[in-house]
């Protein structure tokens, strides 16, 4: 039978972990003022002792620097070099910061879950959730979440601006891992995709989750290809063909107010 001390090992480091976090969190809001032991251990809240163990770990593994005259903490190279190494994904996070305002008011006006995504390695990758007061709960996309291209309604947004060839060439590469998400396939998909030139957004007619659809439309600025995609989830029973149309206006609407180009919504 496993001891005590072994039942209860997992949910100390969960706990360990989380006030590390809170550590480096208040000691970043400080910025070059830096910030003491026990200031940051109050500000946290967290015992002096436990703060000064986390610190200490967290100084040996350079996520925090500290200066032994000043007694300050301060962020170390670390952080630096993780958000270095995330490349051109960092590009995502003003894009995020851009349109989050104009997602919110669209998705009070239109109601379910409003997404952001864009592509990422070959893959859609999703940047931002708005819920709002949405009564949706059922839903798989969270922010930084990844997809292969075509799985999702902003992922199958972001295909379907591709030109013919490039868009052809992700179906094949992408069928097999279609099968994964429910009962999603390269043709539906492929079908799907014509839905962009016709009515100006994309539709998953509850492929992935049973009873729950969404549509997607593409952004555009100067240069070929999207930027991004925005998506619009919700039951199907509040997705007939007119309330798509309406949805698909109102996210269109948004995002030229954002300052990005959109299709046409006949």
């Known amino acids: 039978m496993a001891s005590p001390a072994k039942k209860t090992a997992p949910e100390a480091t969960h706990s360990s972990l989380s006030k590390a976090l809170s550590l480096m969190k208040v000691i970043a809001e400080r910025g070059r003022n830096g910030m003491t032991l026990s200031a940051a251990a109050k500000r946290a809240e967290i015992h002096i002792a436990t703060a000064h163990r986390l610190l200490v770990a967290l100084v040996e593994e350079d996520f925090l620097n500290f200066d032994p005259y000043t007694k300050l903490y301060h962020l170390g190279l670390m952080p630096y070099e993780i958000v270095a190494r995330a490349g051109t994904d960092l590009e995502f996070v003003s894009l995020r910061k851009k349109l989050r305002p104009y997602l919110e008011r669209a998705q009070a006006e239109a109601g379910g879950i409003v997404s952001l995504s864009v592509v990422s390695r070959s893959e859609a990758l999703c940047v931002d959730v708005v819920e709002g007061h949405s009564d949706i ?60 030139r016709s009515d100006g957004y994309v539709f998953n007619e509850a492929w992935i989750i049973p009873d729950i659809g969404a549509l997607g439309i593409p952004l555009f600025s100067t240069a070929p290809g999207a930027v991004c995609a925005v998506s619009l989830t919700n039951t199907i029973s509040r997705l007939s063909p007119d309330r798509r149309r309406e949805i698909a206006v109102v996210l269109s609407r948004a995002a030229q107010a954002a300052g990005f180009k959109t299709m046409d919504i006949p």
Do not use: F, M
């Open 137 to 196: 709960r059922l839903n798989t996309l969270t922010v930084g979440s990844r997809r292969p291209l075509g799985a999702g309604a902003a992922s199958l947004a972001l295909l379907a601006a591709q030109d013919a060839a490039e868009r052809e060439a992700t179906i094949a590469r992408e069928a097999e891992r279609y099968l994964k998400y429910g009962s999603l396939t390269a043709d539906l998909v492929r079908t799907a995709c014509e839905g962009l």
